[in-house]
């Protein structure tokens, strides 16, 4: 599956860091996966919570991991999310952002595993 601008996860930023190794890379993706729903689950617990440092942390974690295999589009939306408290006006917003990237990520790792299936 080649990578684009477009596209959910750049995979010639995540075969910088895997050496280009299919099974790394795949398992890399599943690790991924399963952190970024936790953690947009976390969020969406605290949301309308006034525990703001939690939000943070949990965002900056996703903002992070995202980057870390090139979901970029993920990681901004989880950036965008860090910039304000999770009782801030925005916090819907900033969690159906989160949850259209990982779709978006999810959609992606499953094709990526699919192929590999192949």
């Not at 996966?33 to 976390?42: K, N, R, S």
């Not at 996703?62 to 916090?91: V, W």
Request: glycine letters at 6%; aromatic letters at 6%; charged letters at 15%.
């Amino acid at each position: 599956m080649p990578a684009t601008a477009t596209a959910p996860v750049a995979l010639d930023h995540l075969n910088r860091y895997t050496g280009g190794s299919r099974s790394l890379n795949e398992e890399v993706l599943r690790l991924f996966e399963g952190q970024c729903f936790a953690l947009v689950d976390q969020m969406q617990n605290l949301a309308g919570s006034e525990n703001a440092k939690a939000w943070h942390d949990v965002a900056h974690t996703l903002k992070g991991a995202s980057r870390g295999i090139g979901a970029f589009a993920l990681a901004d939306a989880a950036a965008a999310a860090e910039t304000h408290g999770p009782s801030a006006a925005a916090t819907q917003a900033a969690l159906a952002d989160l949850k259209d990237a990982a779709s978006a990520v999810h959609a992606f790792i499953l094709a990526f595993l699919e192929n590999a299936a192949e």
